[in-house]
């Protein structure tokens, strides 16, 4: 069975589509590690109630992207991870983990990329004033939500739309389209 890390910086409800989609039988992989940047972060709590493995780190304590992807390595290899899914992980990967994971690392993005790349995407669809916006997931590369992409779903924004209600119709679809998305992706590699 495929081992796979998730890294989440934030309440980790994707994280929780992942482990839920593993108890249902429909995603076929060992959730080994969660890596988390955000000591306060509700995904911890999610991966301490499944009994999930987690390393958490503070990127201010360590010289730069290199030495605390270094750490985060060390990490990955002594739970044999074959693949790493992001899921609300709020930094740019670098290559010490690209280098090591390459075409093994896939992201969530809640807009229909190209559009809206970056953080804040929701606000930034509204704000654009767009009829249509939507969920993204595809491979990641050096670049800000640039890498190839494997999957889209589109959202009707209406007038009325909030960020919070168009918030919960992104992680309805997020919920629904990741753990998908992730088994066809390691059945393969
Ligand atoms: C998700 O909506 C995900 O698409 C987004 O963060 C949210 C995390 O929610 N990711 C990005 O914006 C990446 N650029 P969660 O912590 O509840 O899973």
Redo the contacts with the bound molecule.
């Keep these: 069975m495929k081992k796979i890390a998730v890294f ?9 589509a992942i482990i839920e989609a593993v108890q249902k039988g429909e995603l076929d992989a060992d959730i080994s590690l969660l890596v988390c940047d955000k000591s306060g972060a509700y ?1 911890i709590e999610r991966a301490k109630n499944e009994q999930i493995p987690y390393f958490v780190f503070n990127a201010k304590e360590y010289d730069n992207k290199e030495a605390y992807e270094k750490e985060i390595l060390k990490n990955l290899q002594k739970h044999e991870v074959d693949f790493i899914v ?5 930094r740019l990967i670098g290559t010490t983990l690209l280098n090591e994971f390459e075409g093994k690392i896939i ?4 807009s229909l990329l190209p559009a809206f ?3 804040d ?1 929701i606000g930034q669809a509204l704000h654009a004033r767009v009829k249509v916006s939507g ?1 993204t997931v595809h491979f990641v590369d050096v670049g800000m ?1 640039t890498g190839p992409i494997i999957a889209q779903k589109a959202i009707e924004i209406g007038e009325q739309e909030t960020k919070e209600s168009l ?1 919960t119709k ?2 309805q679809i ?1 919920h629904q389209l990741y753990p998908k998305v992730i088994q066809t992706i390691i059945r393969g590699i």
């Design positions: 989440a910086s934030g309440s980790g409800s994707n994280f929780q995904a992001l899921a609300g992980y709020m992201n969530i993005h809640p790349p970056g953080k995407a969920v939500d918030q992104i992680h997020e």
